[in-house]
């Protein structure tokens, strides 16, 4: 094992946290290095399901060491109520739990606004963020008026920077929603005192711990959040994220040189989806659409909301390959592919009578693109039990080969069958 990048290689939701889960066991540090409470990571032991919006995937394996670094935007009660819940499960994170001092606080207010430019906006300009208040805490930042983790060491610095916060984000509500802020900046800053006597023991210098880490030779699982095609500069950009989920983001998200990073593992699932708004050339409106949500579940582990989904797609695999890096795919959700007819793979795009082989960047174009079709056979058998490749039907394996061939050749380091640890077929090993 080396040093892995987890990255979810579509639109999201592809299976990262069960692969995450997977792996942890051959690692020593899981750091989340981006995103944040807007991911909802589902992760299923033995029956018993997790599902994780801030706190690292890895934290199911008994004393594995977690990390939030600090290109993570830290919604505070969240995390709170995620590890209350985990205690409440019998999940101690007890001194294997570390949020970076330099992450960047989401407060209530940044939600607040999250909510009203959606609802502000023309239905054309509606994003279907999942009003986890990601944008304007990482505007925030960007502009650099944001509050990070470690101001709440100091008291009196930390409570004079929210009040002015608070002071900001009324206005702005006001002047461009003609919403009025929920909390008083005197309510929030009480709620913050007891927030704060929690979190103090958790604030750590975070790439220092993990660099210190990667010098004793710990084994580091870099946990990604969303996926390619919604990263800031290179997603289907303005339906995005707010934060690069690209595999470079974990460099700069958990503060590692590239030269630390052997492995990226792209998380693909054996068809498409996509929450919230914005192009998705193989989307299904159909009967097939609708099987393929209800047999794989496609409901939002953060919202709830039904996930659009569609057949799955080279095209965006081949721009993710590049965009990340991948040295692997591990492919999720080829059971849920079992009794179609037929299965179909978009090779490539027709995009104004003319083949495109390359996604493009261009989203007027994205919306003309024409999906074009592999169809190959189905099968019927029931996957789930799978334990190699060998077991599996005839079919499901040509199907895996097309669909690798179609992503530049890279290599499968597994396959899953279910969303049970054990329900993974190892095919490669890192
Ligand atoms: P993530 O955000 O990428 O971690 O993925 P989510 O947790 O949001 O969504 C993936 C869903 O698929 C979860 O409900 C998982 O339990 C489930 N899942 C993961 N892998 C498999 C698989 O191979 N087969 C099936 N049927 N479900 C899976
Ligand atoms: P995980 O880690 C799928 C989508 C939202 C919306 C867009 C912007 O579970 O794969 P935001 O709240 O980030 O401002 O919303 O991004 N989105 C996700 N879609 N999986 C996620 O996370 C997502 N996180 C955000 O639906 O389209
Ligand atoms: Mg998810």
Partial sequence: MSNIVIVGAQWGDEGKAKVVDYLTEFCDLIVRYQGGANAGHTVIVKGEKFVFHLVPSGIVYPAKICVVGSGVVFDAEQFLKEIDELAGRGVDVTGRLFVSDCAHLVFPFHRQMDGAAETSASSDNKIGTTGR?????????????????????????????????????????????????????????????????????FITDTSQFIYASLYKGKQILFEGAQGSMLDIDHGTYPFVTSSNTIA???????????????????????????????????????????????????????????????????????????????????????????????????????VDGKRLEHF???????????????TLPGW??????????????????????????????????????GPERSQTIEVTSL
């Fill in 133 to 201: 208040g990601i944008g304007p805490a990482y505007s925030d930042k960007a502009l650099r008026c944001g509050i990070r983790v470690g101001d709440l060491t100091d008291w009196d610095y930390f409570a004079q920077k929210l009040s002015q916060s608070c002071a900001q984000h009324s206005r702005l509500l006001e002047t461009y929603y003609s919403v009025k802020m929920t909390d008083t900046a005197e309510a929030l800053c009480e709620r913050y005192r007891a927030i704060r006597a929690r979190l103090l023991p």
């Fill in 380 to 417: 019927n058998d029931d996957l789930t039990a799978c334990k190699s490749l060998g077991q599996l039907p005839t079919n499901a394996i040509t199907f895996i080969n097309r669909l690798q061939k179609l992503c530049h050749g890279i290599p499968l380091l597994m396959v899953s069958v």
């Fill in 248 to 350: 470079g983001g974990a460099c700069t998200g958990a503060g590692v040189g590239p030269t630390m990073i052997r492995a990226v593992v792209g998380i693909v699932k054996a068809y498409t989806t996509r929450v919230g708004n914005g192009p998705f050339p193989t989307e299904l409106s159909d009967s097939v659409g609708e099987t393929l949500r209800k047999k794989g579940g496609e409901f939002g582990a953060t919202t709830g909301r039904p996930r659009r989904c569609g057949w799955f797609d080279s095209v965006v695999l081949r721009k993710s390959v590049e965009l990340n890096g991948l040295t692997h795919l591990a492919l999720t959700k080829l059971d849920v592919l079992s009794n179609f007819s037929e299965v179909k793979i978009c090779s490539h795009y027709e």
């Fill in 360 to 374: 493009p960047s261009n989203l007027q174009v994205l919306g003309r693109a024409k999906p074009i079709y592999e």
